[in-house]
């Protein structure tokens, strides 16, 4: 697609049943990101994929949560027995990895997001 | 560690004011410098960028410069609308060990008519 596709878009679900969220990145893009934003809040970085590079998880914020990257296609985060703070938006951004051409300068492209609610 | 601090908000202006938004970073090494917006029910996106030391990045009337002595990338306008209401928020692209991006906590603006 042309850009940075999220699903779902919205997600209600009860405290401690598991969820999985997805991003589908901009074809071509190397680098794909997962923040969360809490409401009012900023961007909380989660964790990086470049390439065929083992990912950044450091900004990961209990073992409750992980992602996986299919080559550097689809990305799917999994957050196991959710809690009301899990609520947020999840934004997945991606983009070209800078540096291998000029033009390139690492600019993250975004998605809508996927809102989740944790009741 | 990478760090980016900004401004609190909400910063409250009246059309045609002028507008500054401070950020300050903390890298190793030569990052890239962003100020990413976020419009009200708008996904984010990218308003302006610097990748060395002294550029100024400048879109939509905004500039930043990319301060390496005073290690700021601060965001200006010189006269506000009301359609710049927004979130704003400061980033850095590290250079060393991948290209990950860190964001600040966002700085929301509200411009009234």
């Known amino acids: 697609g042309a850009g940075v596709s999220q699903s779902p878009s919205n997600k209600v679900t009860e405290k401690g049943k598991d969820v999985e969220l997805r991003c589908d990145p901009i074809?071509?893009?190397?680098?794909l990101y997962w923040y969360r934003q809490r409401l009012g809040q900023g961007l909380e970085f989660l964790i990086y994929?470049?390439?065929?590079?083992?990912?950044?998880k450091s900004g990961l914020p209990s073992d409750r949560f992980s992602a996986e990257r299919t080559g550097e296609s689809v990305s799917t985060l999994t957050i196991q027995r959710t809690q009301q703070e899990d609520s947020a938006v999840y934004l997945c951004?991606?983009?070209?990895?800078?540096?291998?051409?000029?033009?390139?300068?690492?600019?993250?492209?975004f998605g809508e997001g996927s809102r989740l609610t944790v009741l | 560690g990478n760090s980016v601090t900004q401004m609190e908000g909400p910063v409250t202006l009246s059309e045609e004011a002028f507008l500054t938004i401070n950020c300050t970073y903390t890298?190793?090494?030569?990052?890239?410098l962003f100020w990413y917006v976020q419009y009200p029910g708008e996904g984010l996106q990218l308003l302006l960028k610097?990748?060395?030391?002294?550029d100024k990045g400048s879109n939509k009337g905004f500039e930043a410069t990319y301060r390496k002595e005073t290690t700021s990338f601060h965001l200006e306008k010189g006269s506000v609308q009301v359609s710049d209401s927004a979130v704003y928020f400061c980033?850095?692209?590290?250079?060393?060990?991948?290209?990950?991006?860190?964001f600040g906590a966002g700085t929301r603006l509200f411009v009234k008519a």
């Open positions: 951004a991606s983009s070209l990895a800078p540096g291998l051409a000029v033009a390139n300068t690492g600019e993250l492209f």
């Open positions: 074809s071509g893009h190397t680098a």
């Open positions: 994929f470049q390439g065929n590079s083992a990912p950044d």
């Open positions: 890298a190793t090494g030569y990052p890239s």
């Open positions: 610097a990748t060395k030391a002294d």
């Open positions: 980033a850095l692209q590290t250079n060393t060990g991948g290209f990950k991006t860190i």
